[in-house]
């Protein structure tokens, strides 16, 4: 059974980072898309990061460019996303997500992602 499982979410005060991460288990991730997604109080989920299955193209959304960065270790059926330098904005729940068909354009669509974790809750607040 394929599951997605993220960690690494917590309380940080604006300026600080986080790492989450999200184990994947039941598929080889070398097969596999991944993207990061969050979704604030009240608004709709949105793109954050994606990576094709080869890791060569990756793309993340503008709000989150040149603080955030995706990555993977396909050996260990994992996904990262590394978060510097946070802003209150950037609170949200986080989750993760895989596909075998999917193709990782700027505007990290949610469309097409197959599976999805539960999600990681990131709180930055002073």
């Known amino acids: 059974q394929l599951q997605l499982v993220e960690s690494g979410g917590g309380l940080v005060q604006p300026g600080g980072s986080l790492r989450l991460s999200c184990a994947a288990s039941g598929l080889t991730l070398d097969y596999y898309a991944i993207g990061w997604f969050r979704q604030a109080p009240g608004k709709e989920r949105e793109g954050v990061s994606c990576m094709s299955s080869s890791g060569g193209n990756t793309k993340y959304a503008d709000s989150v460019k040149g603080r955030f960065t995706i990555s993977r270790d396909n050996a260990k059926n994992m996904v990262y996303l590394q978060m510097n330098n946070l802003k209150p904005e950037d609170t949200a729940v986080y989750y993760c997500?895989?596909?075998?068909?999917?193709?990782?354009?700027?505007?990290?669509?949610?469309?097409?992602?197959?599976?999805w974790g539960k999600g990681t809750l990131v709180t930055v607040s002073s």
């Open positions: 997500a895989v596909a075998v068909y999917y193709y990782c354009s700027g505007s990290v669509s949610l469309n097409g992602m197959d599976y």
